[in-house]
């Protein structure tokens, strides 16, 4: 079966850097994404990784390993605004897209 | 970037009606549109893919006599909530993607239901 597995739920400090971590497992394989998504608000597109390695954008990194069927969202220098929820997503060999049931992530000051 | 509208943003319905929901695509062709439902501090849940000009194709469980969607256009899909019952309260939320794109899928702000 497809399943996507992240933490529920994490907590960390204004300033510091945190790791979401996600594992997917999907019929095939087109790319893992992450989303933030804002309580009340429709998920926002954060970064799409397809090969393996390390894609950074400003604050947040994306990592993916195929053979492990491992991912994961870096976010540094963290900012009270980056309280959200995070979503990993696994794009099957159908282009669907499967969801985990996200990472809800508390910043404390 | 692309941007994909819903409409309305927010809908209270009383037991027994049918709601419709409205997803555009502002400034891009969407070949394929998804519908979501969120439940409270849950993930999206896949209800039906739709693309233009074809039947829907729906997610398991999920009711094609109930959740009536229609894709007329490459720029419109709606979703009816038929004969709504307050189980049916819930976040839903629209998502497109172009022919050229298919591999990021632009979210609409969503439709907050509320069945009374």
């Known amino acids: 079966g497809q399943n996507i597995d992240q933490p529920t739920e994490m907590t960390a400090t204004e300033g510091a850097i945190v790791q979401i971590n996600c594992t997917y497992q999907?019929?095939?394989?087109?790319?893992l994404f992450w989303y933030q998504q804002h309580a009340g608000e429709a998920p926002t597109f954060l970064s799409y990784?397809?090969l393996d390695g390390l894609e950074e954008k400003g604050r947040f990194s994306s990592f993916l390993s195929r053979s492990k069927g491992y991912s994961y969202l870096l976010l540094k220098e963290l900012q009270m605004k980056d309280s959200a929820s995070y979503l990993c997503?696994?794009?099957?060999?159908?282009?669907?897209?499967?969801w985990g049931a996200g990472t809800k992530l508390i910043i404390k000051p | 970037g692309a941007v994909v509208s819903q409409h309305p943003s927010r809908v209270i319905c009383k037991s027994g009606t049918s709601v419709k929901i409205e997803c555009r695509s502002l400034?891009?062709?969407?070949?394929?549109m998804f519908w979501y439902r969120q439940f409270p501090k849950q993930s999206l849940m896949l209800m039906a893919t739709?693309?233009?000009?074809?039947?829907?194709?729906?997610e398991q469980g999920v009711e094609k006599d109930k959740f009536l969607i229609n894709h007329a256009s490459l720029t419109l899909s709606t979703l009816t909530v038929t004969s709504a019952h307050p189980e049916d309260s819930s976040f839903y939320i629209c998502?497109?993607?172009?022919?050229?794109?298919?591999?990021?899928?632009?979210f609409g702000p969503g439709t907050r239901l509320t069945v009374t």
């Open positions: 998502s497109a993607h172009g022919a050229a794109d298919y591999y990021e899928q632009y």
């Open positions: 400034d891009f062709q969407a070949t394929t």
């Open positions: 739709s693309n233009e000009g074809s039947k829907a194709t729906y």
């Open positions: 999907t019929s095939g394989f087109n790319g």
């Open positions: 990784n397809v």
């Open positions: 997503a696994g794009m099957d060999s159908n282009y669907q897209l499967i």
